[in-house]
């Protein structure tokens, strides 16, 4: 049975289109361009980081995060969670299971996810844990937080090779959700084969876990 669900963030339970577009205004592009860039980087596998390269060869990207929180704060809101999110944590709480949130994050975002009240039992960003995905030690502290169980956590994600892979590696059972700019562009067949479940909104995954469980749905 699956007794805790996990999910990642960006892409996942939060839209970040709204985060790429402010990038694409602060590197002084058209927001077309930079989308276009950063579609090509991820179709080819690359670190998504190398879009900012393209722009701006010696981009430094926590330099420049740095003085983007000096006068124009990197953050998000409720206008920002996929509109599916918060009735899907409910309605996966409501049957009992532990759900948390795992995803690589900056400083700003557990405090920021906190207040945003969802209805989860953990919070973990990569900077507290201080490791980030895919690394193996990321997906252990998932394990531990989630009861030390590995075969009965669910770790659901939009990313094929930076949560799917490594956390069925860690022995979790895995979710792919199709939506945001990995989850359509990054195509991994023999990865999305080895999840047990694959979907294309929040609203689809508690009935799916209900009858995985045996407990309807």
Request: some cysteine; charged content about 25%.
């Amino acid at each position: 049975m699956i007794k805790a669900v996990f999910f990642d963030v960006g892409g996942t339970i939060l839209d970040e289109s709204r985060e790429f577009e402010t990038w694409a205004d602060w590197l002084g592009v058209p927001r077309h361009t930079f989308s276009a860039v950063f579609g090509a980087v991820i179709a080819r596998g690359l670190d998504y980081r190398e879009t900012f390269e393209v722009f701006r060869p010696g981009f430094d990207l926590p330099a420049e995060l740095e003085r983007r929180a000096a006068g124009e704060p990197e953050s998000f809101g409720e206008e920002d969670l996929y509109p599916d999110a918060r009735a899907c944590l409910s309605a996966l709480k409501d049957q009992g299971l532990f759900v948390g949130l795992a995803g690589n994050q900056p400083a700003h975002a557990e405090t920021t996810l906190r207040a945003l009240g969802l209805p989860v039992d953990v919070i973990g960003t990569s900077h507290a844990w201080g490791v980030q995905k895919p690394a193996p030690a990321f997906f252990e502290r998932v394990v531990r937080e989630g009861g030390g169980d590995a075969s009965a956590i669910l770790y659901v994600g939009d990313r094929p090779d930076n949560d799917v892979r490594p956390a069925g590696d860690a022995g979790m059972r895995t979710c792919l959700i199709r939506r945001g700019p990995w989850g359509h562009i990054l195509d991994m067949p023999t990865v999305a084969e080895r999840c047990l479940f694959r979907i294309d909104s929040l609203d689809e995954l508690p009935s799916l876990v209900a009858r995985h469980n045996g407990t309807g749905g």
